[in-house]
């Protein structure tokens, strides 16, 4: 499958465009949805064949949720009609939408099984949930029907492993497993390569296409334009909520993007700068525990350093290191030339240190509803105890340092009392942007920084990051694109330990 | 659910706004309009029950479960549950006797004496949450179970009172202080009964502390995801135990209200306070539509509760249905709270 050579390619494409006029799988005609006053969907036209991946772009907020809740059976349209198969197709629940073939693999593929369940269960929980099921089971014909599945699928998994010991990218197999074995014929991956490591990422792109080559149709909806150019047969735009852009192979990204965000998107490379600050950060022989190799490198004040490398490789556990979440097995940290050495977040905060960890829900904000769940309340929380030194939440100390970020990094919220769930994912990771530079720092951690977060966005605070010059910051990333987006430099990280990568070098790798 | 709230980004503000606010209110004052209801209706029936001797009769007979329910609401705020306040409360009478009759001590030792249990069942609970890594229902049942069990220890399972006779056979001969009966017995002003007063000052003291302090922000932003607090800096562990201390001591406090109203130390005081206390706070969650925990719609749904079932009583509905309103009126508030709320 991956042998896409042109005659190959130019074969495809001419079957592809026949069977498309022929009948498609999927046709939706005028498609519209509007919740109270916020009009999700306008008019939505839209065909898929099978063999064939559609690409679906969107800036967060463009409807693309809405779309696929819609072909999930969640949600129902207010109008326009859809045919599947050459049937009128009008999915009331998401069962009526499995049952007509429609299969949706989510970005959270927590929800593929539950821990304490093996990925054998895992990948027959929807018979279990089947009355024509057998009621007594034995390890023997869970394993005999779950082995079934993956040669369905095309692909191995170990079967008696716990499910919650899966690494992301396994979850993501195993929900994708489930999907054609219940005899999906339009398979929607949201986001499917945004926790997965590039080598990961290449191992679900062949599949992918092998699952395409067997006739399904996919829609393929993700931010990375790295993926969207392996895989995309066609490309459909959306921008509030209509059909912004349109293309068949050979598919224009630029215009592709400046069609999703409204303007052409800036140089995505950033232009490596001469700095000659003085070293904030200055690790050395630094251990992390278990056989990880040391770590030495240093960070200058207005420098912006990145490291990418494969999931799982430490680059999470090395941030969260130097922010005291966990202790070093050895090795020094200095900061600003003093031996720095945090006993927990707070002492790292105290010693002027920030990190946005990776997973903002979980990991950075409140309940929307509960006291703090605002973009103000949301900036305040690590600074209330220099804003408030007496403890009484009075005055507008709060208010102002939000209104401030808002203007800075143009968030678009209604205000400093809005809710952090009226935001989109752009805006919320700005918040917390605003956040850490609501108050003085030194050093800057941000742990995939980008997750969930449009190109738009995504420009705006990498721009943002890269004009505070006060500040040195280091990221960690697993899409090397990112990296070369917003560094000065680039590290990757392996078992070996950091290794240094030119600019150069890193875009003749790709 | 993605979708909307992706998309709401979009929203005309004034329109949803306006919207919201209008659904919200009117789910948030429900409470509020069945009360009124309520005092039309009982007022009607009975006109004794709009009297202002019987509205203080009603405060009073509630303060205790106010009292509790907001020790409770500040454990909620940190995404705990103080299961153990019934129990400290019930103790507490034992321990408020014990001190006065058997060891003949004056009210101003006795209620240091049983502020001090309340704080240490609460480092109790705090221990076993924080370094044992209990999980806060179980811990906190757990210790509710030990303190019903201890109380009864020191006397051989009797109820205190003056002439009580000791496991070694002598007979105690102290008697409660009467300073420390007009605790529960005495009025400000000749009209407001002083565990109302008590109420009150706890009442206000605890929603400036949950809503108006950082210390309260940070209690709820344990709560609300104790992850992004640690990594914002805030000690939550500290803060934990600090939520543990103020529910024990506050369950000391009804304690002392019901034993110094009571005067004796009955094993049987504290049998109800538990569940009322956790009505309360639940019921709490649906006043004023927080959704969250909260101390004044904790205060508040003590009351409602209160004075429905005096109504109630007062138009002779037999005391055995008692739990049975209490039961109906918390699980119409949380499926107002819950169910109602989400759908719209």
Not at chain 1, 48 to 55: D, H, N, P, R, V
Not at chain 1, 150 to 170: H, I, M, S, T
Not at chain 1, 223 to 245: C, E
Not at chain 1, 306 to 311: C, V
Request: proline share 4%.
């Amino acid at each position: 499958m991956l042998t896409d050579g042109v005659p190959d390619a130019a074969a495809r494409e001419a079957a592809l465009s026949e069977r498309l006029s022929a009948a498609p799988l999927l046709t939706l005609a005028g498609v519209a949805k509007t919740f109270g006053a916020t009009v999700a969907l306008q008019g939505v036209d839209l065909r898929i064949a099978a063999g064939e991946i559609l690409a679906l772009m969107g800036a967060n907020g463009a409807g693309k949720s809405t779309l696929v809740s819609i072909l999930g059976g969640a949600t129902r349209p207010d109008q326009g009609t859809m045919r599947l198969g050459g049937e009128s197709f009008a999915p009331v629940t998401p069962a009526d939408s499995r049952r007509a073939g429609i299969a949706i693999v989510h970005q959270a593929t927590d929800r593929a099984g539950c821990p304490g369940l093996t990925v054998a269960d895992a990948l027959v929980l929807d018979r279990f949930a089947d009355a024509r099921f057998p009621l007594f089971l034995s390890r023997r014909s869970v394993r005999r029907e779950a082995a079934s599945v993956l040669r369905q699928a095309g692909f191995d998994l170990q079967l008696d492993l716990d499910f919650g010991d899966l690494k992301p990218a396994e979850r993501q197999l195993l929900a994708i497993a489930r999907a054609v074995s219940a005899q999906a014929r339009l398979l929607v991956l949201d986001e499917p390569t945004a926790s997965l490591s590039s080598h990961e990422a290449g191992r679900l792109f062949d599949i992918i296409e092998d699952l395409r080559g067997r006739g399904l149709a996919i829609v393929y909806i993700s931010h990375r334009l790295g993926d969207l150019k392996r895989l995309a047969d066609r490309v459909v735009v959306l921008r509030g909520g209509r059909v912004a852009d349109a293309q068949a192979a050979p598919i224009d990204f630029e215009r592709a993007v400046t069609a999703m965000i409204g303007r052409p998107l800036a140089a995505a490379h950033a232009e490596a700068r001469a700095i000659a600050g003085d070293v904030v950060l200055d690790v050395a022989g630094l251990h992390l525990g278990g056989d990880a190799a040391p770590i030495d490198f240093q960070v200058r004040q207005g420098e912006v350093v990145a490291l990418t490398g494969p999931l799982g490789v430490g680059k999470s556990r090395l941030l969260s290191t130097l922010f005291g979440v966990h202790a070093p097995a050895a090795g020094t940290m200095r900061l600003g030339g003093r031996s720095y050495w945090p006993r927990d977040p707070a002492g790292a905060i105290a010693a002027g240190v920030a990190m946005a960890a990776e997973d903002r829900h979980r990991t950075s904000f409140v309940p929307s509803d509960w006291p703090g769940g605002t973009v103000a309340g949301t900036v305040g929380l690590p600074h209330l105890g220099r804003w408030y030194p007496h403890g009484f939440l009075v005055g507008d100390r709060e208010s102002k340092a939000a209104q401030d970020g808002i203007e800075r990094l143009n968030i678009r919220a209604s205000g400093p009392q809005a809710r952090l769930d009226t935001l989109s994912g752009g805006n919320q990771q700005k918040t917390i942007l605003a956040r850490w530079q609501a108050e003085p720092m030194r050093l800057l951690l941000l742990d995939e920084p980008f997750q969930g977060v449009d190109v738009g966005a995504r420009a705006d605070i990498v721009a943002a990051i890269r004009a505070d010059r006060g500040v040195a910051t280091l990221i960690a990333t697993s899409d090397p694109e990112e990296a070369l987006e917003v560094a000065d430099r680039i590290f990757v990280m392996d078992r070996a330990g950091l290794s240094p990568v030119t600019k150069a070098h890193h875009a003749s790798l790709r | 659910m993605t979708a909307s709230s992706q998309t709401s980004v979009q929203i005309p503000q004034a329109t949803g706004t306006w919207r919201t606010m209008g659904s919200d209110l009117a789910r948030g004052s429900a409470i509020f309009l069945l009360l009124a209801a309520m005092l039309v209706g009982f007022g009607t029936a009975e006109p004794a029950f709009l009297g202002l001797a019987n509205a203080m009769s009603v405060l009073q007979a509630v303060s205790v479960t106010a009292i509790l329910a907001t020790g409770i609401t500040v454990t909620l705020a940190v995404g705990g549950f103080d299961l153990s306040i019934g129990a400290v409360a019930a103790a507490s009478v034992m321990v408020a006797s014990y001190a006065m009759v058997v060891w003949h001590q004056p009210v101003w030792t006795t209620v240091p004496i049983v502020f001090a249990f309340g704080v240490v069942v609460g480092l109790l609970n705090a221990a076993l949450i924080l370094w044992l890594r209990v999980p806060d229902l179980l811990a906190t049942l757990a210790v509710n179970f030990l303190l019903t069990g201890l109380q009864l220890i020191p006397t051989a399972g009797r109820s205190i009172a003056t002439g009580l006779i000791l496991p070694d056979g002598t007979a105690a001969t102290g008697r409660f202080d009467p300073a420390f009966l007009a605790i529960g017995r005495g009025r400000l002003f000749g009209i407001l009964p002083v565990p109302v007063v008590l109420m009150i000052v706890v009442a206000l003291a605890l929603h400036v502390l949950t809503e108006h302090t950082r210390i309260g922000r940070l209690l709820f932003a344990t709560g609300g995801n104790a992850v992004a607090a640690r990594l914002a800096g805030a000690p939550t562990g500290r803060l934990k135990a600090l939520a543990y201390l103020v529910s024990g001591g506050l369950a000391a406090l009804g304690g002392i209200a019901v034993a110094a109203r009571v005067g004796r130390g009955d094993v049987s005081s504290g049998a109800s306070l538990l569940l009322d206390a956790v009505a309360a706070a639940l019921i709490g969650f649906a006043v004023l539509n927080r959704r969250r925990p909260n101390v004044f719609g904790a205060v508040v749904g003590a009351i409602f509760v209160g004075f429905l079932l005096n109504g109630l009583t007062m138009l002779n509905a037999p005391y055995y249905t008692q739990d049975f309103v209490k039961g109906a009126v918390l699980v119409g508030a949380l499926a107002l709270t819950f169910g109602f709320a989400r759908r719209a």
